[in-house]
Structures are given as structure tokens and as C-alpha cells.
């Protein structure tokens, strides 16, 4: 499966972004999907993650309660809705899946199929 995100782009504190993943190549609805963040001089980390069906959603603590994942599965799409901003939610963010399961969701060795990432940068 091929994966194309979009929608970074800069923008103040306190203020809001929507990524988009569109998928191609396989049947996007039996994948469960996830976005990770990436700044600079640090590690790959989890940020959201959603079932295949979309009944199930996991979200890391430092965007909890301003960060929701959704998907709709007719579009090939899932999007990362980022409320709230903050100057450390700057980074590049990807979107992936796994081929298999997903229990252990926030871990990135989880995932098979990666974009090539949007960057999110956020201004003081």
C-alpha cells in the first residue's frame, strides 16, 4: 500500500491543523493505520493510531484531548485533526500501516508501509 500525506504547513500557537493520508494499491479498509512525528535530533514517536473500521482509536498522552484521528475508508483517507497547537508539536509527520495486527500500536517496528511525511511547524 502507498501512502501520501499532506496538510502541514506552519502555524501559530493555540492554533489548528488537519493532515490527510491517502492511501492507494490495496484495500485501504482492512488496514489499521497510525501517524507518528518526527522532530529534529529525536526519535520517531508515536502520535495516534485507528482500527480498520475505525472503532478504535489510541492516542499518545502529550496529544490527548487535542489531537483526533479519523478515517473514512470509501475515500481511502485518514486524517489527523490537531487542535491546540504547540511549539512542540513541531516535526514531520507520517502516516503508516501495518500488514498484520496492531496491539502494539505505538511502537513504529508495528508498521510496514510508511509515507514520505509533512511537516508541521508551529510558531511561538
Known amino acids: 500500500v502507498q501512502l501520501v500525506e499532506s496538510g502541514g504547513g506552519l502555524v501559530q500557537a493555540g492554533g489548528s491543523l488537519r493532515l490527510s493520508c491517502a492511501a492507494s494499491?490495496?484495500?485501504?479498509?482492512?488496514?489499521?493505520m497510525g501517524w507518528f512525528r518526527q522532530a529534529p535530533g529525536k526519535e520517531r514517536e508515536f502520535v495516534a493510531a485507528?482500527?480498520?473500521?475505525?472503532?478504535?482509536?489510541y492516542y499518545a498522552d502529550s496529544v490527548k484531548g487535542r489531537f483526533t484521528i479519523s478515517r473514512v475508508n470509501d475515500k481511502n483517507t485518514v486524517y489527523l485533526q490537531m487542535n491546540s497547537l504547540k511549539p512542540e508539536d513541531t516535526a514531520v509527520y507520517y502516516c503508516?500501516?501495518?500488514?498484520?495486527?496492531?496491539?502494539?500500536?505505538?511502537?513504529?517496528?508495528?508498521?510496514?508501509?510508511w509515507g514520505q511525511g509533512t511537516q508541521v511547524t508551529v510558531s511561538s
Open positions: 503508516a500501516a501495518p500488514e498484520g495486527g496492531m496491539v502494539d500500536y505505538s511502537n513504529s517496528s508495528t508498521y510496514d508501509y
Open positions: 485507528i482500527s480498520w473500521s475505525g472503532g478504535s482509536t
Open positions: 494499491g490495496r484495500t485501504f479498509s482492512r488496514y489499521h
